[in-house]
């Protein structure tokens, strides 16, 4: 599950620049993701992405690996998939829009890393999001990104978050993480 | 007290109350929860001896657990000891369960294996675990009552039981299998709500999912497109006369069409040639068998691009909490497999882009009927087609084969009826016993009034 530890061996081969490229990255999705700018949001992922969010199980420590706690999940989807998934937040009737939620995205970026062309980043991630005068939420966890460099900078690649959670509660989850 | 009034099926009424009351709600536990067969899950869940999952029945926590010999049981999640709640992982594989409290085990088959301090006093045989009345499973899905006197499961089932075993059958003999744990939420409504919507509730689609609709990922209904001349696709309702499970498909599955469809279904299309050509009868067209509920609270969707099963377990009058499957024929495809989550999560579960906007509409319901006078105020409208005659077929004259039950048909019929049969069955636990006690709180006040 914590990918920071495999990858620290690689951490001195990104140098400052890149830590900031991918810094300017998070600063940039954050800015689209707390704007309600899905479209915006898409615009910076690889056409290939594989964005996948998880939940927990409870489970006794240390058992078997059939029960990992990755296997709940929220989300296992790509550029298509993600793509409907905004269309649809857009549509007059898409009433869990409306009354809109509010969202604040922290990120602690724990560990960079180089896997051939490709840059990792594990960070940990906490989300508030309120909406109307009922529906407040938090979710904590942690984040394993991968990103893949064009001409137009770095777009993300692949995307596994762990949510800390077993059950979410209220209602839906109307969120990217 | 006066049950009609709480629920009038012959002028189509609902009490409010019975969304949002605490007495109704504890009657409920006893009479309903406590009497009828109910979902736990999936036979793949607890395959190997000492297999366990836990779930609930009711509000009451349950250990499912394959014993050593390999036989299914069903324990309340409670040490007979202090009433500690004794298996707090999800699932897992066990001997034995084990009491932190004051270190009391437990063997897979419920029998106490040591009791510190006790032991040596006093023979611990009349303090195994409490065990559900019967367990049993039908279609690869485990079911358990409380209640020792209650009919076997397939009596329970009745004619939904064969369609259930057809659902399990139709890829291979290999039955089903869950995709990964169920996911868990939790909505703030009364469980009938979502029961009810599963039982037949047309008419909210085109209102609730019209972002979906919009977005393309599903088609709308092909009786309202603009080819006024194009034939109306073959719907139908099955029913049956003797208990409240039920289901709706047709010639359009459900989640038919739209965009991203995938090999899940195509896998669809091929079963339903596969039939067409095998058979003269017209099974194809409970391949997938669609949208349903078993009463009082397992729905499922049987559809063109996944199925799921969930439980609406109630944790109050006004919250429900949701355990939701994606279950896929264990004969299956890895690419069929595959494609069946990412289909399931687009469209379902707590992030669904076709559930999230059901959670929206139930969770208001609540807040729209918890207030001293919205509580009491007139009943609720369940009167769709009460003045239209429904069609009513059996089922094998329909599908021309032998299958069980009734068909309501008629694709532009929508009607409450089915809701009428759900409604209809929870009258008969809640008021039907002899001597049966009666609920207390604002549904008493209510038939108070309406004697005076």
């Given at each position: 599950?914590?990918?920071?530890?495999?990858?620290?061996?690689?951490?001195?081969?990104?140098?400052?620049?890149?830590?900031?490229?991918?810094?300017?990255?998070?600063?940039?999705?954050?800015?689209?993701?707390?704007?309600?700018?899905?479209?915006?949001?898409?615009?910076?992922?690889?056409?290939?992405?594989?964005?996948?969010?998880?939940?927990?199980?409870?489970?006794?420590?240390?058992?078997?690996?059939?029960?990992?706690?990755?296997?709940?999940?929220?989300?296992?989807?790509?550029?298509?998939?993600?793509?409907?998934?905004?269309?649809?937040?857009?549509?007059?009737?898409?009433?869990?829009?409306?009354?809109?939620?509010?969202?604040?995205?922290?990120?602690?970026?724990?560990?960079?890393?180089?896997?051939?062309?490709?840059?990792?980043?594990?960070?940990?991630?906490?989300?508030?999001?309120?909406?109307?005068?009922?529906?407040?939420?938090?979710?904590?966890?942690?984040?394993?990104?991968?990103?893949?460099?064009?001409?137009?900078?770095?777009?993300?690649?692949?995307?596994?978050?762990?949510?800390?959670?077993?059950?979410?509660?209220?209602?839906?989850?109307?969120?990217?993480? | 007290?006066?049950?009609?009034?709480?629920?009038n099926l012959r002028d189509g009424l609902m009490?409010?109350?019975?969304?949002?009351?605490?007495?109704?709600?504890?009657?409920?536990?006893?009479?309903?929860?406590?009497?009828?067969?109910?979902?736990?899950?999936?036979?793949?869940?607890?395959?190997?001896?000492?297999?366990?999952?836990?779930?609930?029945?009711?509000?009451?926590?349950?250990?499912?657990?394959?014993?050593?010999?390999?036989?299914?049981?069903?324990?309340?999640?409670?040490?007979?000891?202090?009433?500690?709640?004794?298996?707090?992982?999800?699932?897992?594989?066990?001997?034995?369960?084990?009491?932190?409290?004051?270190?009391?085990?437990?063997?897979?088959?419920?029998?106490?294996?040591?009791?510190?301090?006790?032991?040596?006093?006093?023979?611990?045989?009349?303090?195994?675990?409490?065990?559900?009345?019967?367990?049993?499973?039908?279609?690869?899905?485990?079911?358990?009552?409380?209640?020792?006197?209650?009919?076997?499961?397939?009596?329970?089932?009745?004619?939904?039981?064969?369609?259930?075993?057809?659902?399990?059958?139709?890829?291979?003999?290999?039955?089903?299998?869950?995709?990964?744990?169920?996911?868990?939420?939790?909505?703030?409504?009364?469980?009938?709500?979502?029961?009810e919507?599963?039982s037949g509730d047309g008419p909210h689609v085109p209102a609730?999912?019209?972002?979906?609709?919009?977005?393309?990922?599903?088609?709308?209904d092909?009786f309202k497109?603009?080819?006024?001349?194009?034939?109306p696709p073959r719907q139908h309702r099955v029913f049956?006369k003797?208990?409240?499970?039920t289901?709706g498909?047709g010639?359009?599955?459900?989640?038919?069409?739209?965009?991203?469809?995938?090999?899940?279904?195509?896998?669809?299309?091929?079963?339903?040639?596969?039939?067409?050509?095998?058979?003269?009868?017209?099974?194809?067209?409970?391949?997938?068998?669609?949208?349903?509920?078993?009463?009082?609270?397992?729905?499922?969707?049987?559809?063109?691009?996944?199925?799921?099963?969930?439980?609406?377990?109630?944790?109050?009058?006004?919250?429900?909490?949701?355990?939701?499957?994606?279950?896929?024929?264990?004969?299956?495809?890895?690419?069929?497999?595959?494609?069946?989550?990412?289909?399931?999560?687009?469209?379902?579960?707590?992030?669904?882009?076709?559930?999230?906007?059901?959670?929206?509409?139930?969770?208001?319901?609540?807040?729209?009927?918890?207030?001293?006078?919205?509580?009491?105020?007139?009943?609720l409208n369940y009167r769709l087609g009460l003045n239209r005659e429904v069609k009513e077929v059996?089922?094998?004259?329909y599908?021309?084969?032998?299958?069980?039950?009734f068909v309501q048909t008629g694709g532009s019929g929508l009607t409450d009826a089915a809701l009428h049969r759900f409604y209809a069955?929870?009258?008969?636990?809640?008021?039907?016993?002899?001597?049966?006690?009666?609920?207390?709180?604002?549904?008493?006040?209510?038939?108070?009034?309406?004697?005076?």
């Amino acid at each position: 599950m914590n990918q920071a530890a495999d990858s620290k061996a690689s951490q001195q081969d990104l140098d400052e620049t890149d830590i900031a490229t991918v810094n300017a990255f998070y600063r940039r999705e954050i800015g689209f993701l707390q704007s309600n700018n899905f479209e915006g949001w898409l615009d910076i992922l690889d056409p290939d992405i594989h964005y996948q969010v998880f939940t927990c199980v409870t489970t006794k420590p240390g058992d078997s690996p059939g029960s990992m706690p990755g296997e709940a999940y929220y989300y296992d989807d790509n550029l298509a998939s993600l793509t409907l998934r905004t269309k649809k937040l857009r549509s007059s009737m898409a009433w869990t829009e409306s009354p809109a939620t509010t969202r604040r995205y922290f990120l602690q970026t724990l560990d960079y890393g180089i896997e051939g062309d490709e840059i990792s980043v594990c960070s940990n991630l906490l989300v508030l999001t309120s909406r109307g005068d009922q529906q407040e939420n938090q979710f904590c966890g942690e984040r394993n990104d991968r990103f893949s460099r064009h001409a137009d900078g770095l777009k993300l690649l692949r995307r596994n978050v762990q949510l800390d959670k077993v059950i979410v509660v209220d209602r839906f989850l109307n969120t990217f993480f | 007290m006066n049950e009609s009034k709480l629920v009038n099926l012959r002028d189509g009424l609902m009490d409010r109350a019975i969304y949002v009351d605490e007495s109704i709600y504890q009657k409920e536990m006893k009479d309903i929860f406590g009497k009828c067969w109910l979902f736990l899950g999936v036979a793949s869940q607890v395959e190997k001896p000492n297999d366990f999952f836990v779930t609930y029945m009711g509000d009451d926590s349950v250990i499912v657990a394959r014993d050593g010999e390999g036989v299914l049981r069903g324990y309340l999640n409670s040490c007979r000891h202090r009433g500690m709640r004794l298996c707090r992982e999800d699932r897992g594989e066990a001997e034995s369960f084990h009491c932190p409290y004051h270190g009391w085990v437990y063997g897979s088959n419920g029998e106490v294996v040591s009791a510190p301090f006790y032991d040596a006093e006093e023979s611990m045989d009349a303090w195994s675990l409490t065990e559900v009345g019967q367990i049993d499973i039908c279609g690869d899905l485990i079911f358990a009552t409380w209640d020792k006197n209650a009919p076997p499961l397939r009596e329970y089932l009745g004619g939904m039981a064969d369609y259930l075993d057809f659902a399990a059958q139709r890829v291979g003999k290999e039955g089903l299998e869950i995709i990964g744990a169920p996911q868990r939420w939790t909505i703030d409504v009364n469980w009938k709500y979502p029961a009810e919507n599963f039982s037949g509730d047309g008419p909210h689609v085109p209102a609730t999912h019209g972002a979906a609709i919009e977005a393309g990922w599903r088609k709308p209904d092909s009786f309202k497109t603009k080819n006024r001349r194009a034939k109306p696709p073959r719907q139908h309702r099955v029913f049956f006369k003797d208990n409240a499970h039920t289901f709706g498909g047709g010639e359009d599955p459900a989640q038919a069409g739209g965009a991203l469809l995938g090999p899940y279904a195509h896998m669809i299309d091929q079963l339903r040639a596969k039939l067409k050509c095998d058979a003269d009868d017209e099974s194809w067209l409970l391949t997938p068998l669609g949208v349903g509920t078993v009463f009082p609270n397992l729905s499922f969707v049987d559809g063109a691009r996944f199925k799921t099963l969930r439980v609406w377990h109630p944790r109050g009058p006004n919250k429900t909490e949701i355990y939701s499957w994606c279950v896929v024929d264990r004969d299956a495809s890895a690419e069929v497999k595959e494609d069946a989550k990412r289909q399931y999560l687009l469209a379902f579960g707590p992030t669904g882009m076709f559930e999230l906007d059901d959670a929206e509409m139930w969770s208001e319901t609540t807040r729209g009927m918890s207030g001293y006078h919205a509580m009491r105020d007139r009943p609720l409208n369940y009167r769709l087609g009460l003045n239209r005659e429904v069609k009513e077929v059996p089922a094998s004259e329909y599908f021309k084969n032998e299958m069980p039950g009734f068909v309501q048909t008629g694709g532009s019929g929508l009607t409450d009826a089915a809701l009428h049969r759900f409604y209809a069955e929870w009258k008969k636990y809640i008021f039907g016993s002899e001597g049966a006690d009666e609920p207390q709180g604002v549904a008493t006040e209510l038939a108070q009034e309406a004697a005076e």
